[in-house]
Nanobody
Framework: DVQLQASGGGLVQPGGSLRLSCAASGFTFDGYTIGWFRQAPGKEREGVAVSSRSGGASYLADSVKGRFTISRDNVKKTVYLQMNSLKPEDTAVYYC????????????????WGQGTLVTVSS
């Protein structure tokens, strides 16, 4: 069966960096689009970054463009989210998700979700 596991979260100071990982198993990894989403307390879950099935295209939300980078290794079956210049407003639980289709932003179109990892940006 399909499983996704997000990891790499933690506490970091403003301006710092973290790299999140999403390890996949149970499916043909390179046939799936992988997205990163985040949810802060009291807010809707929002898309952060999306990687195409081949890894040849990536998409970033305006709020993180220029600071975050998404990449994937289809051999290791892992997607990464490199987060630089972190801000307090980046604090959230970050989730990775997959879908058997092309890259989209709507969370409702992703069928498989990991548990999430908490990122806290604070002094």
């Amino acid at each position: 069966d399909v499983q996704l596991q997000a990891s790499g979260g933690g506490l970091v100071q403003p301006g710092g960096s973290l790299r999140l990982s999403c390890a996949a198993s149970g499916f043909t990894f390179d046939g799936y689009t992988i997205g990163w989403f985040r949810q802060a307390p009291g807010k809707e879950r929002e898309g952060v970054a999306v990687s195409s099935r081949s890894g040849g295209a990536s998409y970033l939300a305006d709020s993180v463009k220029g600071r975050f980078t998404i990449s994937r290794d289809n051999v290791k079956k892992t997607v990464y989210l490199q987060m630089n210049s972190l801000k307090p407003e980046d604090t959230a639980v970050y989730y990775c998700a997959s879908r058997l289709g092309g890259p989209v932003w709507r969370r409702e179109l992703y069928t498989n979700w990991g548990q999430g990892t908490l990122v806290t940006v604070s002094s």
